[in-house]
């Protein structure tokens, strides 16, 4: 019965990583972007995994959709990345860890005539390591302040999204789309008129993992506007319009007294983490070789000490339940680093519950088989 509650609880992990998932849109009736073709573009990840594009405004600047990062429960931004400079999400490019997140501050949802929105669902994204430009990377220029695109004139969306209607798993290739500007009352119903882009045709739209990526006049290459959501049944995408969110903007850019810092090599901050007063230093360098398996060699930091977080909380055993059970308390706790109490208690506790759920379904459905016998 172990093992059928364990295959419960991370039943009930995907589900919960599932949902997270479905704040994304993604690409509906394009075709594959070329090599360099969006080279300001980047993926937005959360604990190594695509959550959203955006654009790299400057080396230590992203902008997103809101939405992307923003939770009713607040977070902190050490398992959120940036990767630029690739097409595909999961490989290749520059990774840069997070420094900090700065959702607009008239951001909210509102009613309307098909349910509620969400308004100034724009965000900056400050990196903790700075991304140059090169051969493959750009910054994203603006249009001017307050310009608007005309109705009827087209514009580009791009994206790592799935890219035909029902499908769910996120394409490995950038995406692109030309699609045409509408007049911004046809989306009203599912946003507000001021400060949005509304855009899209029949078969062509953006859809489940594209937010917070760019819209870009194709004439002049500006970015015209952050996607935002989609209204699958109409063939319309909502954009955040960029020009309207310009002062905003250029309050956000430019360097931090974070992003000056060099962080510390890989290597070091295993040797201080495992180094630390009280811990067991041999069991974890040997958790830390262990993860170099599980955690990507360019994953930001972070994710690394988490996994051998894991590992010692487990005892270094790799029992499939117990990881489970750890992984689960970092996302949802995001206990501090080197925390192996608390990580241990919410371990106990989540195993604890699934032994409670066994024994009441022993007693339920093993007494009812027991009387039909």
Not at 317 to 343: N, T, V, W
Request: negative net charge.
């Amino acid at each position: 019965m172990v093992g059928k509650a364990s295959h419960l609880f991370v039943t009930a992990l995907c589900a919960v990583l599932a949902a997270a998932g479905t704040i994304d849109k993604r690409i509906i009736g394009a075709e594959n972007a070329t090599e360099n073709e969006f080279p300001s573009i980047v993926s937005i990840q959360n604990a190594g995994s695509h959550l959203c594009g955006g654009s790299l405004l400057d080396n230590t600047t992203v902008l997103t959709a809101a939405h992307c990062t923003h939770s009713d429960k607040p977070r902190g931004t050490r398992r959120y990345s940036v990767r630029a400079g690739t097409l595909d999400p999961q490989t290749g490019g520059v990774v840069a860890a997070v420094a900090s997140i700065t959702i607009h501050p008239a951001y909210t949802r509102r009613r309307g005539k098909a349910g509620s929105y969400l308004v100034n669902d724009v965000a900056i994204i400050k990196l903790l390591t700075p991304i140059g430009e090169s051969e493959k990377i750009r910054f994203a220029t603006l249009p001017p302040d307050g310009w608007t695109p005309a109705a009827n004139s087209t514009a580009i969306a791009a994206g790592w999204g799935v890219q035909n209607v029902g499908q769910k798993v996120a394409a490995t290739t950038l995406a692109k789309v030309l699609i045409p500007i509408r007049p911004v009352q046809d989306c009203a119903a599912f946003s507000e008129t001021e400060g949005t882009i509304c855009a899209g045709a029949t078969g062509k739209d953006t859809a489940l993992g594209d937010s917070g990526g760019p819209l870009i006049d194709p004439n002049t290459g500006h970015l015209i506007g952050v996607t935002l959501t989609g209204i699958p049944s109409l063939f319309r995408g909502v954009y955040a319009k960029t020009s309207s969110y310009i002062p905003f903007i250029n309050e956000n850019l430019g360097w931090t007294e974070q992003s000056t810092q060099s962080p510390k090599p890989l290597g070091q901050q295993v040797e201080e983490h495992c180094g630390r007063c009280g811990n067991d230093k041999a069991a974890c360098l040997e958790a830390a070789a262990r993860c170099k398996a599980e955690v990507k060699p360019d994953a930001v930091v972070p994710l690394h000490l988490e996994c051998i977080d894991r590992l010692q909380a487990c005892n270094g055993s790799k029992i499939e339940s117990c990881m489970a059970y750890a992984k689960e308390c970092q996302y949802r706790h995001e206990f501090p680093l080197r925390d192996l109490g608390q990580l241990v208690e919410c371990i106990e506790l989540a195993d604890k519950e699934v032994r409670d759920l066994d024994e009441f379904e022993n007693e339920v459905f093993g007494g009812v088989s027991g009387k039909d016998a």
